[in-house]
């Protein structure tokens, strides 16, 4: 039988779909590397041509899955129908939702990145997602910007900043991971949707926005994600 030859575009999506098969069923500490080139089915040099470590596949993993996240949302962001402001609101509502049905592959990643000793990974990662969403937010901004409904004079730094806001939720994400099937998890969950509901308030502020403009979070959305398993 002739040797297929594979893409490297090809041959990299199938080795991180193995890693997150792998990640999700057994857990990113209890995977190797050697793990990953079983399931998959290459040279320990075939792997090495594309990843230079297990985390530097899970940041890969993560830009991944934010670039299928905003491919789920092209009608959100084509819509010629809606104003800035509703495309927003409409971007962050189905993201939400989004991260609802995927809570258990989120919660699993988030299990891995807020460990203490992880704290650099945790910055990789999020780098990574910023790298892919703030060219979406900024075109969002850009508009609301040239309506005239958001007061800002460069709405890609705005986008960087605002994006950059998900990082000092770190903390309370960690501290609701802790508290995880204890007595404390409800208030954990419930601090934890606080700070996310400030950081909206903190959005409609830096857009020159009435306090509430921005639909950051809704009820019951942290518990939804800190619950799943």
């Known amino acids: 039988m002739p040797r297929v030859v594979k893409s490297p575009e090809t041959r990299k999506g199938e080795l ?13 500490e209890r995977t190797t590397v050697n793990d990953i080139i ?6 320990k040099g075939g792997f090495y041509h594309h990843f230079t470590s297990k985390e530097d596949m899970l940041e890969a993993l ?7 996240a905003v491919a789920q949302v092209t009608d959100v962001l084509e819509d010629p129908g809606l104003d800035a402001l ?29 460990r203490p000793e992880n704290i650099v990974l945790y910055h990789r ?11 979406v937010l ?4 850009a508009q609301g910007r040239d309506e005239g409904r958001f007061n800002t004079p460069d709405a890609l730094m705005t986008a960087e900043i605002v994006l950059h806001l998900g ?3 770190h903390d309370a994400v960690a501290r609701a991971i802790a508290a995880s099937g204890t007595a404390q998890a409800s208030a954990a969950a419930d601090a934890l949707e606080d700070r996310l509901r400030l950081q909206g308030i903190a959005i409609d502020r830096i857009l020159g926005l009435k306090d509430g403009s921005i639909a950051f979070v809704e009820p019951g959305f942290a518990r939804s994600i800190m619950a799943a398993r």
């Open 138 to 141: 900024a075109r969002i901004i």
């Open 38 to 43: 079983q399931q998959a089915g290459v040279s």
């Open 16 to 28: 991180l779909d193995c890693a997150q098969a792998l990640f999700f069923a057994r857990g990113y």
């Open 167 to 169: 990082a000092s939720t």
């Open 62 to 68: 993560a830009a991944r899955m934010a670039m299928q």
């Open 125 to 135: 990662l999020n780098a990574a997602v910023i790298g892919v969403m703030t060219p």
């Open 86 to 114: 509703s495309r927003l609101n409409a971007f962050l509502a189905r993201s939400r939702q989004m991260k609802i049905e995927d809570a258990p592959k989120i919660r699993a990643m988030f299990d891995t990145a807020f």
